[in-house]
C-alpha cells in the first residue's frame, strides 16, 4: 500500500484543514485506516482511526473527524477549532489489523508527512 497524503498549511487558531490521503491498491476497504502527527521535539501521536468505527486521540476529540471514501481510496482529516499545539507534521497510515493501529500505534504502512502549522 502506498499513501499519499496533502492538504497541509498554515491557519489560524479557530479555523479549519482538511487533510487527505489517497492509497494505492484494490484492497483500500480492507484496511484500517489512520492518522497519526509529530511535532518538533515530540514523540509521534495517534489522531485518529477509522475500520468500520471511528477512534480518535484524547486530544482532537470533538474537533477533529476522520472519514472515508472506498470509491476513491481516500481517508480525510477534518480539523476544525485548531489549536497552535495542533502543529504539527501529519502521517496517514494503514494497516490490516485494528489493534495495531489504533492500540498499539504500529501500523504497517506510512505515507508522507504533511505540515500543519496553526498560528496563534
Known amino acids: 500500500v502506498q499513501l499519499q497524503a496533502s492538504g497541509g498549511g498554515l491557519v489560524q487558531a479557530g479555523g479549519s484543514l482538511r487533510l487527505s490521503c489517497t492509497a494505492s491498491g484494490r484492497t483500500f476497504s480492507s484496511y484500517v485506516m489512520g492518522w497519526f502527527r509529530q511535532a518538533p521535539g515530540k514523540e509521534r501521536e495517534f489522531v485518529a482511526a477509522?475500520?468500520?468505527?471511528?477512534y480518535y486521540g484524547d486530544s482532537v476529540k470533538g474537533r477533529f473527524t476522520i472519514s472515508r471514501d472506498n470509491a476513491k481510496n481516500t481517508v480525510y482529516l477534518q480539523m476544525r477549532n485548531l489549536k497552535p499545539e495542533d502543529t504539527a507534521v501529519y502521517y496517514c497510515?494503514?494497516?490490516?489489523?485494528?489493534?495495531?493501529?489504533?492500540?498499539?500505534?504500529?501500523?504497517?504502512?506510512w505515507g508522507q508527512g504533511t505540515q500543519v502549522t496553526v498560528s496563534s
Open positions: 477509522i475500520s468500520r468505527s471511528t
Open positions: 497510515a494503514a494497516d490490516p489489523d485494528l489493534l495495531t493501529i489504533a492500540t498499539l500505534y504500529r501500523p504497517g504502512y
